[in-house]
């Protein structure tokens, strides 16, 4: 029987200059957690247009479940603009009022997340309100039931505050973030920063009683710390091509790792490595 995943948040197209890419964290997330072997249900909302049209047939390609993903007439399909200024360095304007923030809980969620083995998030995907009431019902349910609560935080300007960044950490019980973020959440935490980055993820774990806190570092790999210490894990090699959906795949193996029992360190391993993969192939999810 296959570990089942409910994965809820925002799903979208990034609009390059040389055409749309898919995109958007939880959708990412969905993907490589199905490629990995879960049960995935994708709970979300895409326009009744040609790109939720289009953004179905990725879900399905890559075997997530599609049935909470709600068609809406209302909202259109979400979408970011990318632009490459100078060095092209991009830019991203993410498109506001989306169909993935409008969808509403039904009986259909309520049963899914009942019966799922752990509940993915982000912060991104509450900028609405009816999503963000959802996802929040959903966070109850899955306390109740004590499965993971998987948030990788996923600040995305201008759509976060220290008061969103505050209540997400509090409902989760294992926190992703990347050492990027991490300035950021500590401001909004209230955590002293001049403390060593061990000391400053076990004052997070701590601070809002989590299982666990995972911080990635890009080329050089990852950390974990837990009640029981702290685990390092090096950087994998690879020949980066393309770095978007790393961290949404880091965070796929990681949820996967988990819910198999794995131990920390093979977690981590296993995290760093397909991450390496995906970073080798351009495209947040590759072919």
Known sequence: MSTRIVAMGDGLW??????????????????????????????SGVGADERGDALLEVYRKHGVNTDLVHAL?????????????????PTFTIGENAAWDHWEWNQGIERTVRNADALYFGTLGQRGPSARDGI?????????????RILDINLRAPFFDDLLICDSIALCS?????????????????????????????ELRTKFEL???????????????????????PGVPAKVVDTVGA??????????????????????????????????????VPE
């Not at 209302?74 to 092209?88: A, F, M, N, Q, S």
């Open 73 to 89: 007439q209302d909202y259109p399909t979400g979408v970011v603009h990318v632009e490459l200024k100078e060095k092209g360095l």
């Open 211 to 233: 299982d666990l806190v995972v911080m990635t570092r890009g080329a050089e790999g990852a950390v974990l710390n837990h009640a029981g210490g702290v685990v390092e894990q």
């Open 136 to 148: 929040r019902r959903a966070l109850e349910i899955a306390r109740a039931t004590k499965i993971p």
């Open 14 to 43: 990034d609009l390059f200059p040389e055409g749309p890419r898919f995109g958007g964290a939880t959708a990412n997330y969905a993907c490589h957690a199905s490629i990995l072997g879960a049960e995935v249900h994708m709970v």
């Open 247 to 284: 961290g949404d795949s880091f965070t796929a193996s990681m949820t996967l790792g988990l819910l198999a029992g794995k131990d920390y360190p093979q977690i981590l391993k296993d995290a760093c490595r397909v991450a390496a993969g995906v970073c080798s192939h351009a495209g947040a």
């Open 174 to 202: 294992v926190l992703k973030l990347s050492d990027e973020e991490l300035n950021r959440v500590c401001q909004a935490c209230e955590i002293d920063l001049s403390q060593s980055d061990e000391s400053v993820l076990s």
